[in-house]
């Protein structure tokens, strides 16, 4: 199997071993509809910094 490639550096920082990151906001919702929103919104994020995200996965 192939290995994978490593990404040590990102936008110019390096990245460091895994470090517990704690979320910094937080949501609540009362209809369905702020609840499609906010996935919505999630799932935008997370396409848009796929790269970034990945990468911190894998460190």
């Known amino acids: 199997m192939a290995e994978k490639k490593r990404i040590t ?5 390096q990245l460091a071993p895994r470090v517990m990151v704690r979320p910094k906001a937080s949501v ?8 499609s ?3 919505r919104s999630a799932r935008l994020v997370i396409s848009e ?3 970034v995200l990945i990468a911190l996965k894998d460190r």
């Open 28 to 35: 609540s919702v009362a209809t369905e509809r702020e609840k």
């Open 37 to 39: 929103d906010v996935l």
């Open 9 to 13: 550096e990102l936008y110019g920082v």
């Open 49 to 51: 910094h796929r790269e």
